[in-house]
C-alpha cells in the first residue's frame, strides 16, 4: 500500500483498502453485519457518530478484514479514541507465573501438614535422665499415726464408730429441723441442742447412753456409732431414740401378742415413739 503518509487516517486506510479490493460499502456492511452508518462513519473519521466504547473494536474488525495492519500504522489508530488495547500476554511470562504459583502451592500444603501432623519426636515421650532422677530430692516419708488421744497438728484422725470419747453421731438434714441430744443424767452431760439447716451436717461423740429427739424427722438422716438408724418417721414427725454407751439403738420390747392376732406394722416395729 506504500509508505503511510503523515495526513492518513484510520477512516483513509480503511476506505482505500476497501477500494482497492472492490468491495462496496453495502456487501461490506452486509458481509460484517454492520450497519451502514457505522461504516460511513469509520470511513469519514467520525468517531463521536459511533456508540461510546466501539470506535476501537469496529476500526480493528474492518481492519483485519481488509487486511490493514494496524500495528504499522500506529500513529493513526492511536487517534481513535476509546481505551488502548493491552499488549498481548507474553507466553514466557505466563509460564513463569504458573511456576511461581505451584512452588508457593507446594509450599503451604507442606506447611500446613507440618502444623497438623506431629512428627514422630512429638509423640515419644522424651527418655528419663539417670542424673535427673539422682539429683531429684526425695520427700520424707510421712509420720506414723500418733498413739495419743489427743488430736496432733496435721494429723487425719479416723473416724472410729466408738472410741474412748463416746459414740460417733453423724446427722445430715435434708431441710430444716430441730435437734436435741441430751446425755443421761447419771452422765451429767451437757444438753446439746442445733438447728439443722439445708444439707448442713452435724457430726459429734457422745460418751455414755444418751437420747436423740427431732421435730422433723423425715428429712434427717441419723447414723449412730456407724449404724445407720432407720426411724420410720415422716416429714413433719417427731422422734425419739435412745442408745447405750456402745451407740447401740435401745428400741422398746414388742408387747406379747395372743395366739392368732395379725403381725403388728412395720412402724410399730421401728424404735422411737410418734406423738
Same mark, same amino acid.
Given at each position: 500500500m506504500g509508505a503511510l503518509r503523515h495526513d492518513e487516517s484510520v477512516g483513509q486506510l480503511v476506505r482505500e483498502a476497501r477500494?482497492?479490493?472492490?468491495?462496496?460499502?453495502e456487501d461490506l456492511a452486509k458481509e460484517l453485519k454492520l450497519p451502514m452508518r457505522h461504516l460511513e462513519a469509520i470511513e469519514a473519521d467520525d468517531w463521536v457518530s459511533l456508540p461510546p466504547g466501539r470506535p476501537r473494536p469496529?476500526?480493528?474488525q474492518l481492519a483485519d478484514r481488509l487486511g490493514v495492519?494496524?500495528?504499522?500504522h500506529t500513529g493513526a489508530?492511536?487517534?481513535v479514541p476509546g481505551v488502548r488495547e493491552l499488549d498481548p500476554p507474553d507466553p514466557r511470562q505466563e $509460564?513463569?507465573? #504458573? %511456576?511461581?504459583?505451584?512452588?508457593l502451592t507446594v509450599a503451604s500444603v507442606l506447611v500446613v501438614l507440618w502444623l497438623v501432623v506431629p512428627g514422630p519426636s512429638l509423640g515419644r515421650k522424651p527418655a528419663p535422665n539417670p542424673l535427673a532422677v539422682l539429683s531429684k530430692p526425695t520427700l520424707p516419708p510421712p509420720p506414723a499415726p500418733s498413739a495419743s488421744p489427743f488430736p496432733v497438728l496435721?494429723?487425719?484422725?479416723?473416724?472410729?464408730?466408738?472410741?474412748?470419747q463416746g459414740a460417733l453421731v453423724s446427722l445430715r438434714a435434708m431441710d430444716t429441723c430441730n435437734v436435741r441430744i441430751e446425755p443421761e443424767p447419771s452422765q451429767g452431760g451437757q444438753l446439746l441442742a $442445733?438447728?439443722? #439447716? %439445708?444439707?448442713e451436717p452435724w457430726r459429734l461423740r457422745v460418751k455414755g447412753p444418751f437420747t436423740v429427739q427431732l421435730d422433723n424427722a423425715g428429712v434427717v438422716n441419723?447414723?449412730?456409732?456407724?449404724?445407720?438408724?432407720?426411724?420410720g418417721q415422716s416429714v413433719g414427725e417427731t422422734w425419739s431414740g435412745r442408745f447405750d454407751a456402745e451407740g447401740r439403738w435401745l428400741q422398746p420390747a414388742l408387747p406379747s401378742l395372743p395366739e392368732g392376732a395379725p403381725p403388728p406394722d412395720d412402724d410399730e416395729t421401728e424404735g422411737g415413739t410418734k406423738p
Open positions: 477500494e482497492a479490493k472492490g468491495l462496496s460499502r469496529l476500526a480493528r495492519d494496524l500495528e504499522f489508530f492511536q487517534i $509460564r513463569l507465573e #504458573r %511456576v511461581v504459583m505451584g512452588i496435721g494429723e487425719l484422725l479416723p473416724e472410729a464408730p466408738l472410741n474412748e $442445733r438447728t439443722l #439447716r %439445708v444439707s441419723v447414723e449412730v456409732a456407724g449404724r445407720r438408724i432407720a426411724h
